[in-house]
């Protein structure tokens, strides 16, 4: 089974990039704390990827300092860059994305977006493989 929850802020505005069938993929990473014995704590950067309506609720919603809660999976990239050598990175593929509150409201935009608008997951059969730009 391959499931990951997690919960933490973003650390950074979104990304969101379109494949070339115009399926909308966002990027985002949340800084995840983890306590430890003695009172110290370490932050876990966790890189994640939605997909479609999903994604673009992800990039008209959040922003830096965002509170979120993630469902998904751990997926491996594998790539070939420009040199010819075999590079891989692990993100979660969130299929489930809560919004929680923000620390500054975007210009414009003065509600928040409940928990559970446009943040459900995007059906695979939506997806192939060939509208993922990696």
């Known amino acids: 089974m391959n499931i990951v929850i997690l919960s933490g802020n973003l650390v950074r505005d979104p990304e969101i990039k379109y494949s070339q069938s115009g399926v909308a ?27 479609g309506k999903q994604a673009e609720a992800i990039s008209n919603n959040l922003q830096k300092g965002s509170k979120v809660f993630v469902q998904g999976s751990i997926d491996q990239r594998r790539w070939e860059n420009n040199e010819g050598k075999n590079r891989n990175k692990l993100q979660v593929k969130a299929f489930s994305v809560e919004f929680g509150a923000r620390s500054h409201p975007r210009a414009g935009n003065d509600q928040q977006q409940p928990a559970g608008d446009n943040s459900g997951p995007l059906p695979e059969s939506q997806l192939d493989s060939d509208d993922i730009p990696f």
């Open 25 to 51: 993929v966002c990027t985002f990473t949340v800084a995840q704390e983890e306590f430890r014995k003695g009172g110290e704590s370490y932050v876990h950067y966790i890189e994640c990827v939605a997909f």
